[in-house]
């Protein structure tokens, strides 16, 4: 049996267009993972990716810890399900499993054993003289994923297997999937745009908008936690409802005002204040308020609202009601029948149980379990300091990733609740920290913890049945490669490539009030009234002061301005990767003269695959010169 290993995958195709950005994850040995979200979110390209059937633009692909990127598809040892059941018509049910087998030269009576036990275990044996015309759509499925384990492989792909099939059999089939899983007791991979086969089929889901990772966990963890406003309202139907609000505090109350009106208000529960105000959340600004129909009931009191619509549903009941302020229905999900009917004045109450919070500019989720949690730092030397107690101290593989931007100014450490460790290992360092309340979750409970010297509390999980003192200074302990240093941009100083020091070997020269530096190996760089002497120089290109110019037209001006002047603070460049981010991209380049890679930093409305080769402008402040001898 195999894991999987993704590392920071990327597919770029031709004219830049991104279809999946920045895939950094692990998939288990035998678990059962689900790739979900809207059509044109990366998952199926992904899954391709994995089967060998597209290129992988840049990244490593690890199956069973081995490097299999430019492995051919057909000796990666994983079997693929396609949506479409891509049966040989002219062949029969046994013969179309078995196919695979016999062009691999398999000796007959093998194949007959293995076509036969798959057939028991998808129940199909009765079928295995009929023709693909004479099959249900179900049936057709089955033999589609019988030929995919008679080759017993080790990954198992599986491309929306059941979108083909009406809504019964789908139910059907999901649960025939999720035994076989069982019974295979190998790793499934599985595409989806359903939410509901999503949650129902997978041990981990990984949520996909615009080709990025939006949130990857458990079931239970996305619905109860999700991270940003796209999971909440992806997953759970009806719906999540989401309503502006702001606001207020009352000593260490906090509660909502939805839509501007006063009386439309819920009160947080006490843990929630408490991060609230902990993370000195701003009262004065607009937010998105979070919640689920099955989380709103009809009372005797509350918030006045008119129904305007119920559907009975039999062993549930959807209401729609409006409130005072919003435009849209706030929709309610019931369990039971209720009496209401349209036009019915009633009240509506809001379990702050299960309310949420988002950023309305970054539609970050802003209570519960963050995301990333973001502590203040600084990054000196080979430490990073975190608040008045803890020194963790980096290794050199450590360091050589960190951009020069990331030293010696305020950052923020950022690291993902669900990285937190409570036993030390080699690849770890300590943090102490002092838990001050928890909150429960289905399938474990949300710490938050104060670190001495840092307002935001540190949040992490911890198994039900593992007893966490509060009050009590505990140590956790942070996986040194899940650690990025960020600044308040959330773009990343941390480089999953090594950053080199952008250097190279240059002369100097004057002549007429003109400096030219000569790059050994490069190009020239021409300045007026420089204040340096001639000689040999070490020349540094710092990454973050040098500008990009990718306006085709401001280049071509460029050249023809430097053909005749023959002078100017220009260099040229050609890239093979980058890391998008927030505001920025990291890019990697190649420059004459400089032995190794150059990095270096620009907006991210530049991408290195729309423009490979550009021009940059090295002013003065973005170059260090140092005498040699």
Same mark, same amino acid.
């Given at each position: 049996?195999?894991?999987?290993?993704?590392?920071?995958?990327?597919?770029?195709?031709?004219?830049?267009?991104?279809?999946?950005?920045?895939?950094?994850?692990?998939?288990?040995?035998?678990?059962?993972?689900?790739?979900?979200?809207?059509?044109?979110?990366?998952k199926?390209? +992904?899954?391709?990716m994995?089967?060998g059937?597209?290129s992988? +633009?840049?990244?490593? #692909?690890?199956?069973?810890?081995?490097?299999?990127?430019d492995?051919?598809?057909?000796n990666?040892?994983?079997?693929?399900v396609?949506?479409?059941?891509?049966?040989?018509?002219?062949?029969?049910?046994?013969?179309?499993?078995?196919?695979?087998?016999?062009?691999?030269?398999?000796?007959? /009576?093998?194949?007959?054993?293995?076509? #036969?036990?798959?057939?028991?275990?998808?129940?199909?044996?009765?079928l295995?003289?009929?023709?693909?015309?004479?099959l249900?759509?179900?049936?057709?499925?089955?033999?589609?994923?019988?030929?995919a384990?008679?080759?017993?492989?080790?990954?198992?792909?599986?491309?929306?297997?059941?979108?083909?099939?009406?809504?019964? #059999? %789908?139910?059907?089939m999901?649960?025939?999937?999720?035994?076989?899983?069982?019974?295979l007791?190998?790793?499934f991979v599985?595409?989806?745009? /359903?939410?509901?086969?999503?949650?129902?089929?997978?041990?981990?889901?990984?949520?996909?908008n615009?080709?990025?990772?939006?949130?990857a966990?458990a079931?239970?963890?996305?619905?109860?936690?999700?991270?940003n406003?796209f999971?909440?309202?992806?997953?759970?139907s009806?719906?999540?409802?989401?309503?502006?609000?702001?606001?207020?505090?009352?000593?260490?109350k906090?509660?909502?005002?939805?839509c501007?009106?006063?009386?439309n208000?819920?009160?947080?529960?006490?843990? +929630?204040?408490k991060?609230?105000?902990?993370?000195?959340?701003?009262?004065d600004?607009?937010?998105?308020?979070?919640? %689920?129909?099955?989380?709103?009931s009809?009372?005797?009191?509350?918030i006045k609202?008119?129904v305007?619509?119920?559907?009975?549903?039999? /062993?549930? +009941?959807?209401?729609?009601?409006?409130?005072?302020?919003?435009p849209?229905?706030?929709?309610?999900?019931?369990?039971?029948?209720?009496?209401?009917?349209?036009?019915?004045?009633?009240?509506?109450?809001?379990?702050?149980?299960?309310?949420?919070?988002?950023?309305?500019?970054?539609?970050?989720?802003?209570? $519960?379990?963050?995301?990333?949690?973001?502590?203040?730092?600084m990054v000196s030397?080979?430490?990073?300091?975190?608040?008045?107690?803890?020194?963790?101290?980096?290794?050199d593989?450590?360091i050589?990733?960190?951009?020069?931007?990331?030293?010696?100014?305020?950052?923020?450490?950022a690291?993902?609740?669900?990285?937190?460790?409570?036993?030390?290992?080699?690849?770890?360092?300590?943090?102490?920290?002092?838990?001050?309340f928890t909150?429960?979750?289905?399938?474990y409970?949300?710490?938050?913890?104060?670190?001495?010297?840092?307002?935001?509390y540190?949040?992490?999980?911890?198994?039900?049945?593992r007893?966490?003192?509060?009050?009590?200074?505990?140590?956790?302990?942070?996986?040194?490669d899940?650690?990025?240093?960020?600044?308040?941009?959330?773009?990343?100083?941390?480089s999953?490539?090594?950053v080199y020091p952008?250097v190279?070997?240059?002369?100097?020269s004057?002549?007429?009030?003109?400096?030219?530096?000569?790059?050994?190996?490069?190009?020239?760089?021409?300045?007026e009234?420089?204040d340096?002497?001639e000689?040999?120089?070490?020349?540094v290109?710092k990454q973050?002061?040098?500008?990009?110019?990718?306006?085709?037209?401001?280049?071509?001006?460029?050249e023809d301005a430097?053909?005749?002047?023959?002078k100017?603070?220009?260099?040229?460049?050609?890239?093979?990767d980058?890391?998008?981010?927030?505001?920025?991209?990291t890019?990697?380049?190649?420059?004459k $003269?400089?032995?190794?890679?150059?990095?270096?930093?620009?907006?991210?409305?530049?991408?290195v695959?729309?423009?490979?080769?550009?021009?940059?402008?090295?002013?003065v402040?973005a170059?260090?010169?140092?005498?040699?001898?």
């Open positions: 049996m195999a894991g999987l290993k993704l590392k920071h995958i990327y597919k770029v195709y031709q004219g830049g267009v991104r279809a999946v950005n920045d895939f950094d994850l692990e998939f288990k040995d035998k678990s059962f993972v689900v790739l979900v979200g809207p059509s044109g979110c990366g199926s390209t +992904t899954l391709r994995i089967a059937l597209e992988i +633009t840049s990244g490593q #692909l690890y199956i069973d810890n081995v490097l299999v990127n492995v051919e598809s057909k990666r040892d994983i079997a693929m396609f949506q479409s059941y891509a049966l040989y018509p002219h062949m029969s049910v046994y013969q179309n499993m078995g196919f695979s087998l016999k062009i691999q030269h398999e000796k007959s /009576d093998v194949i007959k054993e293995k076509v #036969l036990k798959a057939a028991e275990i998808l129940e199909i044996s009765d295995l003289d009929r023709k693909p015309k004479e249900s759509g179900g049936q057709r499925q089955r033999v589609a994923l019988g030929r384990i008679v080759r017993e492989p080790n990954v198992f792909l599986l491309d929306e297997p059941l979108s083909n099939l009406d809504a019964k #059999l %789908r139910v059907q999901r649960t025939e999937i999720t035994k076989l899983h069982d019974k007791q190998t790793t599985y595409v989806t745009h /359903d939410q509901t086969e999503a949650m129902t089929m997978g041990d981990m889901i990984v949520v996909m615009k080709g990025f990772i939006q949130q966990d079931p239970v963890t996305l619905f109860e936690d999700p991270a406003l999971v909440a309202t992806f997953l759970g009806p719906q999540m409802n989401i309503l502006e609000c702001q606001l207020v505090q009352e000593k260490n906090i509660g909502a005002v939805l501007g009106v006063k009386d208000i819920v009160w947080f529960k006490d843990e +929630t204040a991060q609230i105000i902990n993370s000195k959340i701003a009262l600004k607009t937010y998105l308020f979070g919640v %689920r129909p099955d989380h709103i009809l009372d005797e009191k509350g609202a008119t305007e619509a119920v559907e009975q549903l039999g /062993d549930e +009941t959807i209401t729609y009601v409006k409130i005072e302020g919003f849209k229905n706030v929709v309610i999900k019931t369990p039971l029948m209720n009496k209401v009917k349209v036009k019915d004045e009633v009240f509506i109450n809001i379990s702050n149980e299960r309310v949420y919070l988002f950023d309305k500019e970054s539609e970050h989720s802003l209570i $519960g379990m963050p995301s990333y949690n973001k502590i203040p730092c030397g080979k430490q990073i300091k975190v608040g008045s107690k803890n020194v963790i101290d980096l290794d593989e450590y050589s990733h960190l951009l020069n931007s990331a030293f010696d100014v305020d950052r923020m450490l690291i993902k609740p669900e990285y937190i460790e409570f036993e030390k290992t080699e690849a770890n360092v300590e943090l102490k920290v002092k838990p001050v909150d429960e979750r289905t399938n409970n949300i710490v938050y913890a104060s670190i001495e010297g840092v307002d935001p540190l949040v992490f999980r911890a198994a039900k049945d007893d966490i003192a509060l009050n009590k200074e505990m140590s956790v302990y942070l996986p040194l899940h650690i990025l240093i960020n600044d308040e941009n959330d773009d990343s100083h941390y999953r490539e090594v952008n190279a070997e240059a002369h100097v004057k002549k007429d009030k003109l400096t030219t530096i000569a790059i050994k190996g490069g190009e020239k760089l021409v300045y009234n420089l340096v002497e000689g040999d120089y070490q020349f290109l973050d002061k040098a500008e990009v110019i990718f306006n085709r037209k401001t280049a071509k001006g460029i430097l053909k005749h002047a023959k100017g603070e220009f260099l040229s460049v050609s890239c093979y980058e890391e998008p981010q927030h505001k920025m991209n890019i990697f380049a190649k420059i $003269g400089f032995d190794e890679y150059v990095t270096l930093t620009t907006k991210n409305n530049f991408s695959y729309k423009m490979p080769k550009f021009k940059i402008k090295v002013p402040d170059l260090e010169l140092t005498k040699i001898g």
